[in-house]
């Protein structure tokens, strides 16, 4: 048994397909700074989601949108030419959130070792100290 699905193999071409045409073919500037992440293919490998990053905030998300609806007619062209599929998928582009998610943790986990870092200097005693040091006082 192979240690890949088809599916799984073929979304990582369609991945690869896909970056090389974003970054030789492709000039809509709405695509410029825009990174694939992933792609999901179904079992039947009629239905591609193809996930992205792009920087810029919402807006830029959006314009990426509207950027590959305009340009799947292309791409999915290129990749029919280039996967030799009897059925070429249905291309779904999608915001990769995951991103977005690693980022928020880590701020929050900076501004917890943050509020550690400034609560530290003033507490030299541990609870377990000021117990001990009030037994030998009585």
């Given at each position: 048994m192979k240690p890949f699905s088809r599916a799984d193999r073929v979304s990582v071409q369609i991945q690869a397909t896909i970056s090389a045409l974003l970054c030789k073919k492709i000039s809509d500037p709405r695509l410029e700074?825009?990174?694939i992440t992933g792609v999901k293919l179904t079992d039947d490998l009629r239905h591609a989601q193809v996930f992205f990053c792009v920087s810029g905030?919402?807006?830029a998300k959006y314009?990426?949108?509207?950027?590959f609806k305009s340009a799947s007619?292309?791409?999915?062209?290129?990749?029919?030419g280039t996967l030799g599929m009897k059925f070429?998928?249905?291309l779904i582009f999608l915001y990769d959130e995951s991103l977005d998610y690693g980022s928020h943790i880590n701020e929050v986990l900076k501004s917890l070792s943050i509020e550690d870092e400034s609560a530290a200097p003033g507490e030299s005693e541990t609870p377990e100290d000021t117990d001990a040091s009030e037994d030998t006082e009585s």
């Open positions: 700074m825009v990174t905030g919402k807006k314009e990426a949108l509207s950027g007619g292309f791409l999915k062209k290129s990749l029919a070429m998928p249905a």
